[in-house]
């Protein structure tokens, strides 16, 4: 199985700050297939960005995502209030899909 | 649009077994595999596993091999999960989600099921 470890578990930031999260893997993924999911609170997860760097629809632009092999991030480049939630690495390099236990982002 | 409408919450007592339905609408149900996700508390995402409606093909984590059981109807495009032998520690919310591409990009609501006595 490929755990993925994502740090940090929670993370604190003002509006306008860049923020950066990060998702490691046991084992080598294809960046074809490690995506985030974004979570609100009593919400269903929503995919987020697809295929490392790619966003979902409706995403907007100040997100991006990076990684090859075992590293993996996403970033925010300016954050906004709307942004907290908890986001979730997952990735398919083989069964089982495996997700990793998310980041918390919280806003001041 | 796609959508995924998944059966209401449950309350179940120990050694019960329950069914879970998602149903599908705004894509063709019977070509994309439908997977299965659990969520506690503190426990994150798990995946339990997938079916593929068309074939009727499946996949299970080891895991929940055992516990949980997957089944899909074409004719009204939905998909079922049946857990059995509830226990406490499968109090939690069940999502199904349709897979493309190895990740999952469309979510059904949830379904909280309760394992009380």
Request: net charge neutral.
């Amino acid at each position: 199985e490929n755990v993925l470890t994502q740090s940090p578990a929670i993370m604190s930031a003002s509006p306008g700050e860049k923020v950066t999260m990060t998702c490691r893997a046991s084992s080598s993924v294809s960046s074809s297939y490690l995506h985030w999911y974004q979570q609100k609170s009593g919400a269903s997860p929503k995919f987020w960005i697809y295929s490392t760097s790619n966003l979902a629809s409706g995403v907007p632009a100040r997100f991006s995502g990076s990684g090859s092999g075992t590293s993996y991030s996403l970033t925010i480049s300016s954050v906004e209030a709307e942004d907290a939630a908890t986001y979730y690495c997952q990735q398919y390099s083989g069964y089982p899909y495996t997700f990793g236990g998310g980041t918390k982002l919280e806003i001041k | 649009q796609v959508q995924l409408q998944q059966s209401g919450a449950e309350l179940m007592k120990p050694g019960a077994s329950v069914k879970i339905s998602c149903k599908a609408t705004g894509y063709t149900f019977s070509t994309y595999w439908m997977e299965w996700v659990k969520q506690r508390p503190g426990h994150g995402l798990e995946w339990i596993g997938e079916i593929f409606p068309g074939s009727g093909s499946t996949n299970y984590n080891e895991k929940f091999k055992g516990k949980a059981t997957f089944t899909a109807d074409p004719s009204s495009n939905t998909a079922y999960i049946q857990l059995s032998g509830l226990t406490s520690e499968d109090s939690a919310v069940y999502y199904c989600a349709r897979e493309r591409s190895g990740g999952f990009d469309c979510w059904g609501q949830g379904t909280l099921v309760t394992v009380s006595a």
